[in-house]
């Protein structure tokens, strides 16, 4: 549907309690543009996240880990392999649920540590008191080694009326043809979070998908993946938004009791944020898990995973002074994707120490870093994060008669929409339902008619 995106900056101060840096990585400022944007960021920690690490202000991972999350400041973090105490090297087995928690407890907060005793001496809010994400999700789902963990800066809260905020892993998807094959999430699962974003500021919510999918170069290992894209992709497609039928699970294939009640409303995206293991997508033409969760069943067509069955976007993430993609040496592995037809993209980009101190774009949460700041992020993981800025619909900004944007209902938005109700462009469907007939033309006209 039309939407207008209006600056919401003062109602974001009067909201939040925090002051944002602007963005200007040559001088060490990497804040967002605009502090009504939400800064959402993806990150694979190599285990620096567990109950055993040394959890002081010192060179090793945690303590990078922690500066650079309180330089990034982002509204929802999802962090992968953490709680795997066997592989950081500190300790043995993995982290239970609870004590996960209480490790991202200290990490943000400091206090008494139970686990290794003393006292923690790097946390986030150390480095900006003003910055919290008290909102904790710690997934069931272990592999044996590690968990995906979420973070927010606002609440989980049941959006769809299934009684769930949180999901450890994605229902039961029954096989649908090419399309899904059936099954679960994958070794890890691919988790569900529902996030209660600020009425005040924003008129809709956001949805996360998160996971940590089959890693390995054989061919096994590529089917076990793309399996839990393309199942993830089809909750979203079907029970998430509805395939444009305006009810969830319209074709009765996704076993979760209580089951949703209601779609995401059009204000509402939903994002994937994953490691991937991405290695296919560019790699002899073969459909990886980031083309399955972004187009569905093929590329273009009326059968994507965005809310108006277009194609989802894939980010292209770069890091600012070298342009590279890469998240892991020479790969791509770490993606955020979006629902373009929601939500619009400020920017997106990764975080790597090294080209920012050769560029004098270390952050000051960062220049105290014992031995040396460049150092930092190959430190804390040998992943960079992949962070991104989102323009969401401000609250009271919407007025959907008003398609050319001038502020003014009159004769040149009827027909522009005349314009792309003939051309039946995806913005004419008014109704949401994934055709565009007469019902829309008329529901435009008492739009038209009601004005702003």
Known sequence: MFRRLIGASVFFTLACGYATAQWDPGNGQWGKSDPADLRVMTWNVRD???????????FRNWNAVVRIIASMKPDVIVLQETADNSGNGTGSGVDSVQTLTTVAELLLHGGADPFEGGTVGSWVQKYDPNFDMPYIFASSRTDGFNRNLVLSRYPFVDLNGDTRATYDDIPFIGPNGDCAPGGNGGIRGVQISEIDLPDEVYAGDIVILSGHLKAGGGSDDHDERVTAAQNAGYFLHYGLNGAGTGQSDPEGNIFESPSIQTILDEFTPALVMADLNEDEQRNGGTRGPADWFANG???????????????????????PFTNSRATIGSSKLDYILYQDSIAQIRRAFLFNSSPASANGGIPPELATFPGNPALASSIASDHLPVIMDLILEPAGGSCPADVTGDGVVDASDFFAYLDLFAAEDPDADITGDGTIDASDFFAYLDLFAAGC
Not at 48 to 58: Q, R, V
């Open 48 to 58: 620096a996240i567990c109950s055993s690490n040394d959890k002081d202000d010192a």
């Open 297 to 319: 069943c093929s590329a273009g067509g009326s059968n994507g995973n965005d809310r108006d069955l277009s194609d989802m976007t894939i980010d292209d993430a770069r890091e």
